[in-house]
């Protein structure tokens, strides 16, 4: 067992023994690899869809904290990007653990465990979801004069996207060394 936690929000990276892949195929090198074009650019496509909502998010929160957006316009961003990423997050983490990580654990036993962390994460940011929904349905039913519900919202926006970022380098530097080394069998 490792010297640190493996637990989302507590981690600053995967154990080196789950790096292996990523030494032999470091994150510089994946674009121009044959096996790059197709899954492996969708699937990080998605991951960056993900990272923009949330910037969207937190900029659009920010302004409208700082009096720069009309409320009905905020409510309406909140509503429309919270909802996608909501929505898209959790289709994109349901098809990872019943279909992706169990093949792509099966493609590389060194790398076993780290599907098992990634699978957990799912779990944590699951919780941290929930808070999240919470405090944008707070946000948008916030009264016209209260900044403390989006204030909130701006926090647990913030949390969701440290945790989430930690997550998705994790899972890219786990799951696309693997495609590149063996790949995209069995995944389509």
Same mark, same amino acid.
């Given at each position: 067992?490792?010297?640190?936690s493996t637990q989302l929000g507590q981690r600053d990276g995967?154990?080196?023994?789950?790096?292996?892949?990523?030494?032999?195929?470091?994150? *510089?090198?994946?674009?121009?690899?044959?096996?790059?074009?197709?899954?492996?650019?969708?699937?990080?496509?998605?991951?960056?869809?993900?990272?923009?909502?949330?910037?969207?998010?937190? +900029?659009? +929160?920010?302004?409208?904290?700082?009096?720069? +957006?009309?409320?009905?316009?905020?409510?309406?961003?909140?509503?429309?990007?919270?909802?996608?990423?909501?929505?898209?997050? /959790?289709?994109?983490? /349901?098809?990872?653990?019943?279909?992706?990580?169990?093949?792509?654990?099966?493609?590389?036993?060194?790398?076993?465990?780290?599907?098992?962390?990634?699978?957990r994460d799912h779990h944590a940011l699951d919780d941290v !979801?929930?808070?999240?929904?919470?405090?944008? /349905?707070?946000?948008?039913?916030?009264?016209?004069?209260?900044?403390?519900?989006?204030?909130?919202?701006? *926090? *647990? +926006?913030?949390?969701?996207?440290?945790? !989430?970022?930690?997550?998705?380098?994790?899972?890219?530097e786990l799951v696309v060394p693997v495609i590149l080394k063996?790949?995209?069998?069995?995944?389509?």
């Amino acid at each position: 067992m490792d010297n640190f936690s493996t637990q989302l929000g507590q981690r600053d990276g995967l154990p080196d023994a789950l790096s292996v892949l990523l030494k032999e195929y470091p994150r *510089e090198g994946w674009e121009e690899h044959p096996g790059f074009e197709g899954l492996v650019r969708f699937w990080l496509d998605r991951h960056m869809m993900f990272r923009r909502l949330l910037e969207m998010l937190a +900029t659009e +929160t920010e302004k409208h904290l700082d009096q720069k +957006t009309d409320r009905m316009v905020f409510k309406a961003h909140v509503a429309k990007l919270g909802s996608m990423l909501v929505g898209e997050l /959790n289709g994109h983490h /349901n098809i990872e653990d019943a279909h992706y990580f169990p093949i792509l654990a099966k493609k590389d036993f060194r790398i076993k465990r780290g599907f098992e962390i990634l699978d957990r994460d799912h779990h944590a940011l699951d919780d941290v !979801l929930h808070r999240y929904v919470k405090a944008a /349905n707070a946000a948008i039913n916030a009264e016209l004069q209260s900044s403390r519900e989006i204030g909130k919202f701006l *926090e *647990e +926006t913030n949390r969701l996207e440290s945790m !989430l970022s930690r997550h998705l380098i994790d899972e890219e530097e786990l799951v696309v060394p693997v495609i590149l080394k063996h790949g995209a069998g069995g995944l389509g």
